[in-house]
């Protein structure tokens, strides 16, 4: 907003346009927020366990 406002002397149709854009962007971002995002399945405490021996092993490979 604050950059079509800097070029508003020289194309005026830019301010209008950025209002436009500003406002389907909230709307877009407000309905993908509330009804199309989820979140994301909770992982237990075993997937965090098995990952965390994994990689210590290949900690110990690594540095071999």
């Keep these: 907003m604050l950059l079509s ?3 508003a002397y ?3 149709i ?3 346009i ?3 854009t500003l406002c389907i962007t909230y709307w ?3 309905y ?3 009804r199309r995002y989820t979140t994301p399945p ?3 405490a075993d997937l965090v366990e098995e990952m965390t021996d994994f990689f210590l ?3 110990v490979l690594a540095f071999a």
């Design 57 to 59: 092993e290949m900690y």
């Design 32 to 34: 993908l927020l509330l």
């Design 10 to 12: 020289i194309e005026p």
């Design 42 to 44: 909770n992982t237990s």
């Design 14 to 16: 830019a301010v209008p």
């Design 18 to 20: 950025a209002i436009f």
């Design 28 to 30: 877009s971002e407000k």
């Design 5 to 7: 406002c800097f070029y």
